[in-house]
């Protein structure tokens, strides 16, 4: 199983699209929000089933807040994360999935990319692919590999 994991587009898909051309065959895209707008592009570029969720620049759209998302034998919550004071850290996330059972969380709102492992929970924010804020500021997602019986494989991969 390929997961493309994504977030904070901004209706901006120059990047998103170019990472999905370089990643495909692809299972399963996740946006973690942030589209503005941008939620048939995102899907229909991608291929695959789509899981998007809204984002703090979401307006007026009826995606949820909050997802669960089944990948293979794993639990994932998928959020955008402000509503978790995830600017202050990803802690208090990581709990949260952690209380419902989850095997990992993905997040995105910072536009800084992180991977680690928290509690037990895998904490997973790809990073921005139109607006990046860490050091550098390079422009990143996250790619996930599931092999069967296998442990899930993440990295983060910059443009």
């Known amino acids: 199983m390929r997961v493309l994991i994504v977030s ?3 209706r901006k898909h120059e990047n998103y699209l170019e990472a999905v051309r370089k990643n495909q065959p692809l299972d399963l ?3 973690c929000g942030d589209v503005e707008g941008g939620e048939y592009v995102i899907s229909e570029a991608a291929g695959c089933p789509v899981e998007i969720v809204q984002g703090n620049n979401d307006y007026f759209c009826d995606l949820p807040r909050e997802k669960e998302v089944q990948l293979g034998k794993y639990k994932a919550m998928v959020v955008h994360g402000h ?3 995830v600017n202050m850290g990803y802690e208090r996330l990581a709990d949260e999935a952690r209380s419902r059972g989850m095997d990992m969380v993905m997040y995105g709102h910072t536009h ?3 991977l680690v492992k928290e509690k037990g929970v895998l904490v997973i924010n790809p990073g921005s692919l139109t607006y990046p804020r860490q050091e550098g500021r390079r422009h990143s997602y996250a790619l996930m590999e599931i092999k069967a019986e296998g442990e899930p ?3 983060i991969i910059y443009l």
């Open 8 to 10: 904070d587009t901004h």
């Open 29 to 31: 895209v996740i946006h």
């Open 112 to 114: 800084r990319p992180v």
């Open 153 to 155: 494989r993440v990295q």
């Open 83 to 85: 509503q978790y004071g």
